[in-house]
């Protein structure tokens, strides 16, 4: 069973490099999220999906953009990277009802230097 | 709006003591609430989940969660630690209003002494 699964799972990039990391999940869930994860700051919502063709803002989304042209698939990108984008990314899924617990990749570790 | 807030960012315990993880919630709405653990290097697990069918809540690997209304919390506990519990444990909320974001506590790093 796959679950939620990310690539790639490290990534150095230098500052006004461009780069896309996939979500990709087999669960057949309508959300989707995208969160980065910084020390002593827990998860911050980056963008999130409610179905296919759908995304919308979360709590940080500058310099990320995100598409869902497949239910199965999220992509987010950077397209400028700056250092302060340095973190570990996790993308989610869940099943439609409010009361369905989010599933969890293994997450990307990103570097920007 | 929703909050959480998870006090102590670091818990020691030694092996075989009881863990409390403590998290207090903040919603304008009945809440569902969610513990996750984290192990490095690894996404977040589900531990249990509290969904206002029972306020005590069994998870996985022997922790339970009770939920208080009149306290707002949702603490975490197990009766006797174990070395392989060390791991990093998220407190999360959202709402039964339909809204399909959560609100996620900056987490508690737990260590298992010997």
């Known amino acids: 069973n796959a679950g939620v699964t990310q690539t790639p799972k490290f990534r150095v990039l230098k500052t006004g490099q461009s780069m896309t990391l996939l979500c990709a999940q087999d669960m057949n869930h309508e959300y989707m999220y995208w969160y980065r994860q910084d020390p002593g700051m827990g998860l911050r919502l980056i963008h999130y999906?409610?179905?296919?063709?759908?995304?919308a803002k979360g709590e940080v989304p500058d310099g990320y953009n995100v598409s869902r042209l497949k239910k199965q698939n999220f992509l987010l990108g950077l397209e400028s990277a700056a250092p302060s984008q340095t973190s570990v990314y996790f993308c989610?899924?869940?099943?439609?009802?409010?009361?369905?617990?989010?599933?969890f990749g293994d997450g990307t570790r990103l570097s920007i230097l | 709006a929703q909050s959480v807030t998870q006090l102590g960012s670091h818990v020691s315990v030694s092996e075989g003591a009881l863990v409390l993880l403590r998290c207090n919630y903040s919603?304008?709405?009945?809440?569902?609430l969610f513990w996750y653990v984290q192990y490095p290097n690894q996404g977040l697990q589900l531990l249990l989940k509290y969904t206002s069918a029972a306020t005590l809540v069994k998870g996985i690997n022997g922790f339970e969660a009770e939920f208080k209304k009149s306290e707002t919390s949702f603490h975490l506990t197990k009766p006797s630690a174990h070395m392989s519990d060390a791991a990093e444990y998220f407190c999360?909320?959202?709402?039964?209003?339909?809204?399909?974001?959560?609100?996620f506590g900056t987490g508690t790093r737990l260590k298992v002494l010997a």
């Open positions: 989610a899924s869940k099943q439609g009802s409010s009361n369905q617990p989010q599933h």
């Open positions: 919603s304008s709405v009945p809440p569902y």
């Open positions: 999360a909320v959202t709402g039964t209003s339909g809204t399909y974001k959560y609100i």
């Open positions: 999906s409610v179905g296919e063709g759908t995304t």
